[in-house]
């Protein structure tokens, strides 16, 4: 499996992003648990957001609950992070990741990783 994230950039603190991956090819990330995950300088990677297939089941980091939404498209192969209300130290390199069990996003063990996509958030 072949993740491409994109959606990042420079924004205000206060301001909204979203974050987009692209999962290929399609048929072998069927099934798949889709995560975010963000790494800022000099800071080891962090566990954001995981969804798993049928998208009903979502977990958070307790820095992101409330201002993160994660979601996914299965016809468009596609993983979503809205980024609400940023804050400077929303600021990271992120992530998208894929595994067939949920659980090894959250233990930051997944089978795939994407490239990641630079946030800066401003103060």
């Known amino acids: 499996v072949q993740l491409q994230a994109s959606g990042g950039g420079l924004v205000q603190a206060g301001g909204s992003l979203r974050l987009s991956c692209v999962a290929s090819?399609?048929?072998?990330?069927?099934?798949?648990?889709m995560g975010w995950f963000r790494q800022a300088p000099g800071k080891a990677r962090e566990f954001v957001a995981t969804i798993n297939w049928s998208g009903d089941t979502t977990a958070y980091a307790d820095s992101v609950k409330g201002r993160f939404t994660i979601s996914r498209d299965n016809a468009k192969n596609t993983v979503y992070l809205q980024m609400n209300s940023l804050k400077p130290e929303d600021t990271a390199v992120y992530y998208c990741a894929a595994d067939p069990i949920q659980s090894r996003l959250l233990r930051k063990e997944p089978t795939y990783w994407g490239q990641g996509t630079q946030v800066t958030v401003s103060s």
């Open positions: 090819p399609r048929r072998p990330s069927a099934g798949n648990a």
